[in-house]
């Protein structure tokens, strides 16, 4: 691999541009950089952070590669910014055994676009009746860190205690999706005015609230790690708060479409819109924010989660929930964070690299830019725009709620370890 020169960029977003050397894989050189027989890529002033971190991806192989594949979801991701994704277990079959995991694991190794780090399902096919084969899977060649059955709520509190308990013992994570499901039959949006006069079932905050409070004591007095998967509602901030004051090693993530998009969009009945949790109130939206910012919640997770076009493309009742996520990621929290003053570009590479790298123990991600450490990297045109448009996104499906919007902040090259894995090929 050839040395790599990024020429005027700015770290972090911050000072006059400077030159970043790249040899071997690893930042060479910072500052005013003098080079022959270098490959350049001309910054132009874009800014330059550590790559991102995805700790809520569906990439849906095997078994739903209609919908995603291991490689179009791995060039989604590197398009959006993104240098590593945790793709979720509830595939067909589930990935509840190092059999799974594993052909996971290796299918990301043979795309090498970015690193893929399969998710363990909690119980045996997400079924909330008997934990999986957690230690066989930690242990594995995957080395799975995170166990988690998304999609499905661990409703059972004394199968969530002993997951926790053996997450502690394997120091593993356990990332739940809060939803008591005796709370959400039938549910269809949130539960407030709009879902009222739109005559559609509530799905109420308290179904989140209720499990994310159950939990985050499950894991204080068995001192394991707990993750809270896509953050939605004023409450659960508000929970998680608490939880943390009282050291619980509790973490949470909040997905884009929740910092932005409000329950509002559901007038038209257009299942883009339809997602699980449901697009929340403008105060649960604003309370999100702050929370992000202030560190309650972690870190952002895009939830991407590709459909085909029947599932979405019918009755809202029937609708599968789930939208894209991983190419739009950057430009949405650039709008609702960044726009908004909120968050800084640091506070963006702490959201978007740092924390999720750090919650999910990965040593190689979410580095500071520095000399002597890995180039995994994205430079991004701060005052760039572009215009969503599904059929041009690089999965497989193209169902995204931002069809036609024009976002800030455009993704202009990516790095894993060194090598271009999207964007400006250097010159």
Request: hydrophobic share 45%; glycine share 10%; net charge negative.
């Amino acid at each position: 691999m050839n040395p790599l020169l990024l020429k005027g960029v700015r770290p972090y977003g911050e000072g006059d541009p400077v030159d970043v050397l790249v040899r071997d894989g690893v930042i060479a050189e910072i500052g005013a950089v003098d080079a022959d027989d270098v490959e350049t890529i001309d910054g132009n002033g874009a800014v330059l952070l550590p790559g991102f971190v995805d700790l809520h991806t569906h990439l849906r192989e095997p078994g739903r590669e209609d919908t995603e594949t291991i490689e179009t979801g791995s060039r989604a991701a590197a398009l959006g910014g993104y240098t590593a994704v945790f793709a979720m277990a509830n595939t067909d079959p589930v990935a509840d055994n190092a059999v799974i995991v594993e052909h996971v694991w290796r299918r990301g190794r043979e795309v090498g676009l970015v690193d893929v780090h399969p998710v363990g399902a909690v119980t045996v096919g997400l079924k909330g009746e008997k934990l999986a084969e957690l230690g066989t899977m930690a242990k594995s060649a995957a080395g799975v860190r995170v166990f988690s059955d998304d999609g499905h709520c661990v409703h059972d509190p004394l199968i969530m205690r002993r997951a926790l308990e053996y997450s502690k013992a394997l120091d593993v994570v356990i990332a739940q999706h809060a939803e008591e499901p005796r709370l959400t039959v039938g549910a269809q949006a949130h539960e407030g005015e709009q879902a009222a006069r739109l005559g559609l079932q509530g799905w109420p905050a308290a179904a989140e609230e209720s499990i994310v409070a159950r939990d985050c004591l499950l894991a204080l007095h068995a001192e394991a790690r707990l993750h809270i998967c896509h953050v939605s509602t004023t409450g659960t901030a508000d929970v998680l708060k608490w939880a943390k004051a009282r050291g619980t090693k509790v973490s949470a993530e909040v997905t884009p479409h929740h910092l932005l998009l409000t329950d509002d969009r559901l007038s038209t009945y257009d299942p883009v819109n339809k997602v699980n949790p449901p697009l929340r109130a403008t105060a649960d939206v604003q309370a999100l924010r702050r929370a992000l910012a202030e560190g309650v919640i972690d870190c952002v997770a895009t939830d991407h989660a590709p459909h085909a076009v029947q599932d979405k493309d019918c009755e809202w009742s029937a609708a599968r929930p789930g939208m894209l996520g991983l190419q739009t990621a950057l430009s949405v929290v650039v709008e609702a964070m960044v726009k908004t003053g909120l968050l800084d570009w640091r506070g963006v590479a702490r959201v978007m690299s740092e924390r999720p790298a750090e919650i999910a123990g990965l040593p190689d991600q979410g580095r500071p830019i520095a000399v002597g450490e890995p180039a995994t990297l994205v430079l991004v045109d701060p005052d760039a725009t572009w215009t969503v448009r599904g059929a041009e996104l690089a999965s497989v499906a193209g169902n995204t709620p931002f069809e036609g919007m024009e976002l800030p902040g455009v993704v202009t090259a990516t790095l894993l370890r060194g090598r271009v894995t999207a964007g400006r090929i250097p010159a």
